[in-house]
């Protein structure tokens, strides 16, 4: 018989405003295969909230948070500028991403984005 123990997906959310909200929702009714490891956000009272309400770390800086958790996934619910910016750190890390919507603000962001995280593919293949 073959055990098959699934991993949850380690998850951090990134920006805590009202979108993000959905994200917890979503990530507290699939707890079976999520884990909700840390959050970050720049606002310390929105954090200090989310850190109490979820049990969870907060940080006020996404490099720190990428360099301390073991991370599989970021859902990225910033303002829409900031996203193509934060994507490519998170795939620097070897974290996968998902980003409100738009994914990015320009057609150029975006294409840097993808070549980004296919750039990221490529390398851990190697």
């Not at 998850?11 to 079976?32: T, Y």
Request: charged residues 25%.
């Amino acid at each position: 018989m073959i055990n098959s123990v699934r991993k949850k997906i380690q998850i951090a959310v990134l920006g805590c405003g009202r979108i993000s909200q959905r994200h917890f929702d979503s990530i507290q009714k699939h707890k079976g295969d999520f884990d909700l490891i840390s959050v970050c956000d720049n606002d310390v009272e929105v954090l200090s909230r989310i850190e109490k309400n979820y049990g969870v770390k907060g940080y006020l800086d996404l490099i720190e948070m990428l360099e301390n958790e073991s991370l599989d996934l970021v859902a990225i619910c910033t303002p829409s500028g900031l996203h193509a910016k934060q994507a490519k750190l998170c795939a620097k890390y070897g974290v996968h991403v998902i980003t409100e919507k738009p994914m990015a603000t320009s057609w150029q962001d975006g294409v840097k984005m993808v070549k980004t995280v296919i750039s990221m593919v490529y390398i851990c293949l190697l």
